[in-house]
């Protein structure tokens, strides 16, 4: 009798153990890093969340800055952190890109991660100044007529911005010159002064100059049409059906989380992006909040690591 | 426009509005004196506040941090060689041998004034003639920048104090420090040791280990280090007649430069001030006093970055285009309070616009009045003996670098810097070249290969577009003045000859 107790107790101590942790997570406080500047867009998208997660964990939120490297730093210090679910990184459509742009990066782009969830998607604008082309279609025409003459301003060499715009290219037949600037507002700011014909951005940098006239927003990257700008069409119904880049804002963590914190988390996500005043302020920043499963997103960056592979083939940019 | 002024004027003499803009000075000219931590940590830090205020009231308190950091920076620079932001290196040059001299409380009342006419002409400019400064700035483009920092180079080659030739080479030295990370044309990296260092050395580890640190190793290296002379009764806080009438000119030549690079987007406070002080000396009739604490050599440069934080602001309030690093955050905060900043931001909300434009007026009073009294204060500071003062800023200097972008990479590099700086003044290389070099270098060849890229590598662009010409057209004119003066230099000693 005694000795099946003993033989039991294992068991018992094994099933009553994630019990423990499910009861006791979190007792200490969590980090959400990001691998960009205190007070980009990463940042405040990280802040959002952490205060709202933390009043559901009943555990501060505190957010950290790692910057450097297009965000691959974080990200290499994340994965190697402790998968005890107290370390979440926040991801951005940039994670995709790297792993299909450098050579070597110190961390697994899919398998180095537990994902969580997704935060919110955005599109890109395409946009000229304004009265200068009708219409999308005017614009490709008009590129296709002088091969080598348009140019596209983009935010840095191997940023989304820049693969949308050489995926334009790729698609269409159209043959732009693509300029690097450092950073979207550098960009634009070459716009107005006519120094390039058009730019490829996120809302938050057009809408502004949209709205006071400056700029004519030509299409939207989205497959479909984006609810924010239900009369800008997109790239697919005018010159590239099919053509669909959405970037994003997601919450993994590193590669081991277990399976009942990770939900955890998932739900805090979840329950956070539900709330009105959250839904705002990422709408705010351009973007529409939606989680996901982490199945789903792990699916859609495996998605975009092919085709930003693709493009960067197919358009020729070194690899670093 | 003075209606509109005075509209901004009622907004912010509000008791609550006031409160927060002098928070926000304060807390500027605090983090401008300790060293490294610049105003995007604190502006960063203090972002999550503004989700509780309203847009015009975080922007006022925001750009406090921005321009009052501009104050304060001078301070540490003058006292202890240590720029507490990258703009103020320049004013170690002439700062600190001044206090060396027992002159400290001179060197920060006029530090102290010229930030004050800086900021208030940078002001004036902002509420005068934000339209037409945005034109201009618009019409730079690629080439433009790119002529500008050749001319930039050719005016300032004479701002190291020893020989030509050490501080041609520092020049360099500076810009090959500036390549490293990824090249912005390409996205290769160059010398690349680490991931951290893809995204380039940090001007301010750079800055602070090449003042600094480097002037903290030398202190400690000498048995007894010499305590500077201390002046701390008002009549030597005072510029004689003579001085002070001596520094009219500098401070207005500073301020007009200051103005016209801050309000350059990518160009900014730190480039104003090397170009201020690099014109001053150049076209001084006693270019010997420089470097030994020179009035005007010290009034200029802190005229220019003041003015330059200020009309910083045009292309972010004209345009919605942040000119920099700190401009982004601030736009930042504007975003999150539901407000997209455009070229409509005058028209749609008035309010805030020359509310924020006005608390610059008040912020700037505000600066010159707490600065002042503080004077005597922060000379008392050369008291405390060295040993003692050593550890506390060493420790500062590392948070501050760390806290820039988390990154223990930083902190090394430094120390690092530290050393290198020392042996450097040992062998009497001068760091002034050195941060030239590193900041307007990359800009050359990111602007140089942005043109080639843009005119199909056409080199008559730099001559047919009329700003880039006339850009041309003035380094041409200094080379033959430099050559003239050479030549004429050489001519003499023949002709005394009998």
Redesign the interface.
Known sequence: MFKKLLAALPLTLALALPAAAQDTFPDHSLRIVHGFGAGGNADTVSRILAEEMSKGLGQPVVVESRPGAGGTVASGYVTKQDPDGYTMQLMVGGHAVAAALYNQLPYESVDGYTFISTLGQFPFFIAARSGEYESINALIEAAKAAPGTLKIGHSGVGSTQHLTGELLDLRTGAKFIHVPYKGGAAASTALMGGEVDVIIDTGTVIRGQAEAGVYDILAATSENRWPDSPDVPTVSETVSPGFDVVSWTAIGMPAGVPDDIAGRIRGEVHKALELPEVQEKIGDLGAKAGGSSGEELKALIEGQIAVWTDVIDSAGIDKR | MIDQFLLGLSVVLQPEILMYAFIGVFIGQLIGVLPGIGA??A???L??VTFYLDATTSMIMLAGIYYGSQYGGSIASILLNLPGTPSSVVTCLEGYPLAQRGRAGLALFVAACSSFVGGIVGVAILVLAAIPMTIIA?????PEYAMLVILGLLAASLIGTGSQIRSFAMVLLGIALGLVG?D??????RFVAM??M??GISLVSLAMGLFGVSEIIRNASRRSPPGPALSITMRDVFPTRAEARSLVLPIVRGSGIGSFFGAL??TGAAIASFMAYAMERRFSRTPEKFGKGHLPGLAAPESANNAAAQTGFI?TLT????GD?VM??II?AL??N?I?????LAVDQPELFWGVIASFFVGNIILLLINIPLIKLWVLLLRVPYQKLYPVIIVMICVGVYSH???ITDVVLTLAFGVLGYLMKNYRFEPAPVMLGFVLGPLLE?NFR?TM??YGGDFTIFLTRPISAMLVACSAVLIVLALWSGISAMRKPVHSTP
């Open positions: 995007i940590t502006i960063s830090l972002l999550p618009l019409r730079f483009g690629a990824a912005a044309t390409t996205g290769y990296y991931p951290e893809a995204d987007p990518g292309p345009l919605g285009i942040p690093a982004a955050l930042g975003i999150l539901g997209i900043p455009g070229p409509r972008r988390t990154s990111d942005r890229l843009l």
